[in-house]
Nanobody, 120 residues
Framework: QVQLVESGGGLVQPGGSLRLSCEVA????????MGWYRQAPGKQRDLVAD???????NYADSVKDRFTISRDNAKNTVYLQMNNLKPEDTAVYYC??????????????WGQGTQVTVSS
């Protein structure tokens, strides 16, 4: 069974940094795009950043020049380095991966979410 296991959330002061990680666990054949979304209370879930297998990245305007997405294909892991964090970055962050496994055709999988709180 495929699972996305997230780690790295927490409480940080404005201007601080956090690094989120998300590992795809289980038997898989291939992973295409990996990404991060976030959802603040009372708001919809929005894309933060995504990255193709070849390394092409895409960012929400609100996080450009502050966040960096990367991946390690050998470890089936995607990272989100978040710098200069602001209170408005507070949200639950979800990783997602489009992948192919023995049990399902190409499908989108989601992590359980990790809380990021930016507050003094």
């Amino acid at each position: 069974q495929v699972q996305l296991v997230e780690s790295g959330g927490g409480l940080v002061q404005p201007g601080g940094s956090l690094r989120l990680s998300c590992e795809v666990a289980g038997t898989i054949f291939n992973i295409a795009t990996m990404g991060w979304y976030r959802q603040a209370p009372g708001k919809q879930r929005d894309l933060v950043a995504d990255i193709t297998r070849g390394g092409r990245t895409n960012y929400a305007d609100s996080v450009k020049d502050r966040f960096t997405i990367s991946r390690d294909n050998a470890k089936n892991t995607v990272y989100l380095q978040m710098n200069n964090l602001k209170p408005e970055d507070t949200a639950v962050y979800y990783c997602t991966s489009r992948l192919l496994s023995p049990s399902r055709p190409w499908s989108d999988y989601w992590g359980q979410g990790t809380q990021v709180t930016v507050s003094s």
